[in-house]
């Protein structure tokens, strides 16, 4: 038998190979070019959030996967935003919804002005499910001011046609304007669809089951909360400053955000449209829309918020059989995977209605 003495050196060797190799491992996975390396390996380390009712399980390091239009280059003032009346004024502005019959489901799709294909695939597409519903749901587009003449020649004539565009005037549509287009959306559905039960904000690459989101938001019809995936203990704050995601402690003095939903697809009730647009203007400005208006502005106006499952975050199921049935939202889907999906005949959405 080796004795106590004999026992130390190899225990002391053993301890310093495995510091050694946790500290190279740790050095590999922060140093990579891998975001999704980094975010898996840090989520190890820091957090695992789960939605309520645990179905949307899934580690959880801010940001999340599905920010809308990120870039590492951007970077945005942290004041206030100063002049909210240019927030009322839209360059191209549809009709108000009719105050006699609006619609149950008022869904506005953030896009960019020169995504010609992309919004005539959605209206084709799972958006054409509206057609099978009228008076229930109507389908908008928004977009912000663009430079390019011909770009917005088009736009404007897309507009004509589809009446199915709203152009804000309040930015300039680009990287890192996610959180404007946000507040472009509240401005214009306070003003123009306050009646529709809910206004819901999706991104133009996300499928949506709209059958099935119509059931869930009939069966939630008097809930006043922010209805979506659930970030229920928000998200740690980055502060790395060689971290594209970090954010300075003077932007955002937490060490956490509150809790917020994704930006993938999410839902106001009508009774909080307004208390959460109201809010906006005493928040402190951050560029990504999701921890803006569903965090920061709903904490301020004292809304909470309801977990939904079925999202696929990371956009893999659109290759499993009818996923078209079996999931709610698919991010990450192009036109071609939005053309698969509809065209799969495992499923009809004909019926939504």
């Keep these: 038998m080796m004795s106590g003495t004999g026992s130390r050196p190899l225990l002391s060797l053993f301890c310093s190979v495995l510091l050694l190799s946790a500290v190279c491992f740790l050095f590999v996975a922060f140093t990579s070019d891998d975001d999704t390396l980094r975010g898996r390996i840090a989520s190890v380390f820091w957090e695992r959030d789960f939605s309520d009712d645990g179905s949307n399980a899934t580690d959880q390091l801010w940001p999340p996967h599905d920010v809308f239009q990120l870039h590492p280059a951007v970077t945005v003032s942290p004041a206030l935003l ?51 519903c009228p008076g229930k749901m109507r389908i908008l587009f928004i977009v912000g001011q663009v430079s390019d003449t011909t770009v917005q020649a088009l736009l404007v ?36 669809c306050p009646q529709a039960q809910f206004t819901a904000k999706a991104d133009d690459d996300c499928w949506i089951n709209l059958p099935r989101y119509l059931d869930i938001l009939k069966a939630q019809r008097d809930n006043k909360k922010i209805l979506g995936l659930l970030w229920p203990k928000g998200a740690v704050v980055i502060r ?22 994704s930006g993938i697809l999410y ?26 208006l569903t965090g920061i502005a709903a904490k301020e106006a004292g809304v909470g918020h309801t977990a939904v499952a079925g999202y696929d975050t990371r956009g893999d199921s659109w290759r499993k059989p009818c996923s078209k049935r079996s999931m709610l939202a698919i991010h990450y889907v192009d036109d071609a995977k939005m053309k698969t999906l509809w065209n799969d005949s495992c499923h009809s959405y004909k019926l939504a209605c």
């Design 82 to 132: 100063s002049d909210y009346t240019k927030f009322n004024q839209f360059t191209i502005n549809p009709e108000p919804c009719s105050q006699t019959s609006a619609p149950f489901l008022l869904l506005i799709i953030f896009t960019r002005p020169q995504a010609f294909e992309r919004r005539k695939t959605i209206r084709e597409t799972y958006g054409s499910v509206r057609l099978h």
């Design 157 to 192: 004539k897309e507009a004509a046609e589809t009446k199915d565009i709203i152009q804000s005037s309040a930015f300039t549509d680009g990287y890192g304007e996610a959180a404007r287009k946000g507040v472009a959306l509240l401005h214009w559905s306070v003003q123009n």
């Design 240 to 261: 790395d400053s060689a971290n594209k995601w970090s954010v300075p402690l003077a932007d955002y003095p937490e060490d956490r955000f509150p809790p917020y939903v």
């Design 267 to 292: 839902a106001f009730h009508k009774d909080i449209l307004a208390p959460v647009t109201q809010a906006v203007t005493k928040s402190k400005y951050l560029w990504h829309d999701d921890v803006f």
